[in-house]
């Protein structure tokens, strides 16, 4: 049981990244797979989420139009892809798996609701 986040780095403003989120040992589409960030000396929160099944999607407010979460079940890997990044988009982003099978991201996720977390990839906004 793994999750493996890649694809972190440094951007200019503006600029774009692709996150990765490969995952072992899940039929990922059976379950919903979320996005959380965390910035130095701010609480974590979540950023965007796939649902299982249909895989519809939900993002926090201060991503939205701007970040598109995907998921290729052949690959067994969840994407994030983060365009007209910002420096307030600093952080540590960390993709996390639900507790439950056929599971629905809802309003806003909690992380209490995802047991299974990979280790994380940085990504850093400036100039």
């Known amino acids: 049981l793994q999750l493996v986040e890649s694809g972190g780095g440094l951007v200019q403003p503006g600029g774009s990244l692709r996150l990765s989120c490969a995952i072992s040992?899940?039929?990922?589409?059976?379950?919903?797979i979320a996005w959380f960030r965390q910035a130095p000396g701010k609480e974590r929160e979540w950023v965007s989420c796939?649902?299982?099944?249909?895989?519809?999607?939900n993002y926090a407010d201060s991503v939205r139009g701007r970040f598109q979460a995907s998921r290729d079940n052949a690959k067994d890997t969840v994407y994030l892809q983060m365009n007209t990044l910002q420096p307030e988009d600093t952080a540590a982003y960390y993709c996390?798996?639900?507790?439950?099978?056929?599971?629905?991201?809802?309003?806003?996720?909690?992380?209490?609701?995802?047991?299974?977390w990979g280790q994380g990839t940085q990504v850093t906004v400036s100039s």
């Open positions: 996390a798996l639900h507790r439950f099978t056929w599971s629905a991201c809802g309003s806003e996720p909690k992380a209490n609701e995802y047991p299974y």
């Open positions: 040992g899940f039929t990922i589409n059976m379950y919903a």
């Open positions: 796939i649902s299982s099944g249909d895989g519809g999607t």
